[in-house]
């Protein structure tokens, strides 16, 4: 697979609907976290019919499929997620069932194995994924987390992971520059020459809030180092990240706090837009026209790419702008958050800027 970047989502509303929307190309293959059963509690379908029927109606040539072993729920975590967490996710043989029931989809469907030792104590776990999924998919996919490297890298092994499998090495929010990052990569590389090895890393924390975000300026701690940083320091073939979002901890809910993170692809930052006060119109008032007259915006409309035609998200932002469509609403923003990051590195990849 000659993939370059491998976008994460969540399996909530927001990110479905840019699933379903999105042409990702040939280059950009997204992954899914599965993170609860259903994407909405009234949801009658069951989980495989779902995201079965998601899969199919993403525009991409290959979807991977996570169950992702990073979470640790806590008593604020959303009640959906922590009981998907303990029923499927942390289970070695509900992994096995969960995967298997898209096996009739094995040609788009690419399963994203996990170890389960940090979890359960368990060993061989990614062996035992791997030999009942293998006979039932033609590729697979290997996440080994950089928190629990040198307790679980034993489990992954060349007798095991094929040529035609692929590599997720997750640094969470490991500083990019962290030495120890050179040492892991190069025993991949070493262990695995032949495989699509992509590194992964939020750049977005958890610790950036809409109430922390100066309006109209740059998100000194958002760090999108990565795509500088993937292939030129640490020789890696591709790259993930969270789509231009903060890779939240799943709250179970909050309060109004209207914000919205705009990222600038001509010097690879992120700038930060909020509300004087809570209320969902600042969206509208505020934020929308203080984009639009913002020295970001006009970079980018006098920029040698064009990183504005087309743009979904710039599309719904003129919409709101011109009063033909609701602003009001912290779910759409982040819509269109990942829509216009999506679509500059769309653009990017097929400019060669990222290659």
Same mark, same amino acid.
Do not use: W
């Given at each position: 697979?000659?993939?370059?970047?491998?976008?994460?989502?969540?399996?909530?509303?927001?990110?479905?609907?840019?699933?379903? #929307?999105?042409?990702?190309?040939?280059?950009?293959?997204?992954?899914?976290?599965?993170?609860?059963?259903? =994407?909405?509690?009234?949801?009658?379908?069951?989980?495989?019919?779902?995201?079965?029927?998601?899969?199919?109606?993403?525009?991409?040539?290959?979807?991977?499929?996570? @169950?992702?072993?990073?979470?640790?729920?806590?008593?604020?975590?959303?009640?959906?997620?922590?009981?998907?967490?303990?029923?499927?996710?942390?289970?070695? #043989?509900?992994?096995?069932?969960?995967?298997?029931?898209?096996?009739?989809?094995? %040609?788009?469907?690419?399963?994203?194995?996990?170890?389960?030792?940090?979890?359960?104590?368990?060993?061989?776990?990614?062996?035992?994924?791997?030999?009942? @999924?293998?006979?039932?998919?033609?590729?697979?996919?290997?996440?080994?987390?950089?928190?629990?490297?040198?307790?679980?890298?034993?489990?992954?092994?060349?007798?095991?992971?094929?040529?035609? =499998?692929?590599? @997720?090495?997750?640094?969470?929010?490991?500083?990019?520059?962290?030495?120890?990052?050179?040492?892991?990569?190069?025993?991949?590389?070493?262990?695995?020459?032949?495989?699509?090895?992509?590194?992964?890393?939020?750049?977005?924390?958890? %610790?950036?809030?809409?109430?922390?975000?100066?309006?109209? %300026?740059?998100?000194?701690?958002?760090?999108?180092?990565?795509?500088?940083?993937?292939?030129?320091?640490?020789?890696?073939? #591709?790259?993930?990240?969270?789509?231009?979002?903060?890779? %939240?901890?799943?709250?179970?809910?909050?309060?109004?706090?209207?914000?919205?993170?705009?990222?600038?692809?001509?010097?690879?930052?992120?700038?930060?837009?909020?509300?004087?006060?809570?209320?969902?119109?600042?969206?509208?008032?505020?934020?929308?026209?203080?984009?639009?007259?913002?020295?970001?915006?006009?970079?980018?409309?006098?920029?040698?790419?064009?990183? @504005?035609?087309?743009?979904?998200?710039?599309?719904?932002?003129?919409?709101?702008?011109?009063?033909?469509?609701?602003?009001? #609403?912290?779910?759409k923003f982040k819509k269109i958050s990942m829509e216009h990051y999506l679509h500059c590195m769309k653009v990017m990849i097929e400019k060669?800027?990222?290659?």
């Amino acid at each position: 697979m000659d993939a370059l970047y491998f976008p994460i989502f969540r399996s909530r509303q927001q990110e479905f609907l840019v699933l379903k #929307s999105f042409d990702f190309g040939p280059k950009i293959v997204p992954i899914i976290e599965v993170i609860k059963e259903k =994407d909405r509690i009234n949801n009658a379908k069951t989980s495989a019919e779902i995201f079965t029927d998601l899969i199919n109606e993403i525009n991409a040539g290959n979807v991977l499929l996570d @169950l992702p072993t990073y979470l640790r729920p806590t008593t604020s975590t959303m009640k959906e997620a922590i009981k998907f967490y303990r029923m499927v996710i942390s289970d070695l #043989s509900a992994r096995i069932s969960f995967y298997s029931e898209f096996e009739s989809i094995a %040609d788009k469907t690419i399963p994203v194995i996990s170890s389960l030792l940090n979890i359960t104590g368990e060993t061989r776990t990614v062996f035992t994924q791997s030999e009942d @999924l293998k006979p039932k998919f033609p590729t697979l996919a290997y996440r080994i987390y950089f928190n629990h490297f040198k307790e679980t890298i034993n489990e992954f092994s060349s007798d095991i992971i094929r040529d035609d =499998d692929i590599i @997720l090495f997750d640094l969470d929010s490991i500083p990019i520059t962290n030495p120890i990052i050179t040492k892991y990569s190069n025993m991949l590389h070493t262990s695995f020459p032949n495989n699509n090895c992509a590194l992964i890393r939020s750049a977005i924390g958890t %610790d950036i809030s809409n109430i922390k975000l100066v309006h109209d %300026d740059v998100i000194g701690e958002a760090d999108n180092s990565l795509l500088s940083f993937y292939k030129r320091n640490y020789k890696f073939n #591709s790259f993930g990240d969270y789509v231009g979002i903060k890779k %939240d901890e799943l709250p179970a809910g909050g309060g109004i706090s209207p914000g919205f993170v705009f990222y600038d692809p001509i010097d690879n930052i992120f700038y930060g837009y909020k509300g004087d006060i809570k209320k969902l119109s600042e969206f509208e008032d505020r934020i929308v026209p203080d984009l639009f007259a913002s020295s970001v915006y006009r970079n980018l409309e006098s920029n040698e790419i064009n990183f @504005l035609s087309d743009n979904p998200g710039i599309m719904t932002l003129k919409r709101i702008e011109n009063n033909e469509e609701s602003g009001k #609403s912290q779910a759409k923003f982040k819509k269109i958050s990942m829509e216009h990051y999506l679509h500059c590195m769309k653009v990017m990849i097929e400019k060669g800027s990222i290659n």
